[in-house]
């Protein structure tokens, strides 16, 4: 039974490039969450998404950073123009319900970006 | 506006004995807490949750107390075993929301 995947697990891109993150919730898991940890801090939330749907987005940065999660194939994280700022560990959680019920989240491996 | 602190950065504790980390929280809106353990370069494992209609939750080895009057849960390792050595993340939410998370704690069990 296959916990969440992300790939890839580490990224390198150049200030101005573009960033895609990939994740694949568990099996029979339909909500999806984003979370950003930078050096010594703790997860913070970024984007809720349901199939299709955007639930919650009142994490995320106003500009150069989107999220899906189509129908079908994995949810991806879009970092547009990165910046230096941008380099972080990005984590992707799911479950197989969200609100209104108490759900456990269980997360991935994340995705390390390093911004040069 | 750090909704969830983990007031102690670290925690050394002797193989065998009793490890405890705490976690405190300003939202009387969260109803539903867990606790991940975190490995250096891997996501957060969950450990174990409880809901705000409980003040107790045990599992194996592990146990979370949650006072909701004094808004503060901990969780209790017995007996801490050196495996146990992880960063430890104290979570909150609003029933299926958004996990608000704490800075973490970092447990190191000395044999």
């Known amino acids: 039974n296959a916990g969440v995947m992300q790939n890839p697990r580490h990224l390198v891109r150049r200030r101005g490039q573009e960033a895609r993150l990939r994740c694949s919730p568990m099996k029979g898991h339909s909500h999806v969450y984003w979370y950003r940890q930078l050096p010594e801090e703790g997860l913070k939330f970024m984007v809720y998404?349901?199939?299709?749907?955007?639930?919650?987005e009142s994490g995320m940065p106003k500009e150069r950073f989107s999220a899906e999660f189509p129908k079908e194939g994995p949810s991806i994280l879009r970092i547009q123009q990165v910046v230096r700022g941008d380099s972080a560990a990005y984590f992707c959680?799911?479950?197989?319900?969200?609100?209104?019920?108490?759900?456990?989240?269980?997360f991935g491996p994340g995705t390390r970006l390093l911004v040069l | 506006d750090q909704q969830v602190k983990q007031n102690s950065p670290s925690l050394s504790v002797q193989e065998g004995r009793i490890s405890i980390l705490n976690c405190d929280y300003t939202?009387?809106?969260?109803?539903?807490f867990l606790w991940y353990k975190k490995y250096p370069a891997e996501g957060p494992t969950f450990l174990i949750s409880?809901?705000?209609?409980?003040d107790k939750n045990e599992d194996g080895r592990f146990t979370v107390f949650l006072n909701k009057s004094a808004k503060h849960l901990s969780l209790h390792i017995v007996p801490s075993q050196p495996g146990d050595s992880a960063v430890y993340f104290c979570?909150?939410?609003?029933?299926?929301?958004?996990?608000?998370f704490g800075k973490g704690t970092s447990l190191l069990v000395t044999p």
């Open positions: 959680a799911s479950s197989p319900r969200g609100g209104p019920y108490q759900e456990t989240q269980y």
């Open positions: 998404l349901q199939k299709e749907n955007i639930i919650d």
């Open positions: 409880i809901s705000s209609i409980k």
């Open positions: 939202n009387s809106m969260f109803d539903y």
């Open positions: 979570a909150a939410s609003n029933s299926g929301y958004a996990l608000n």
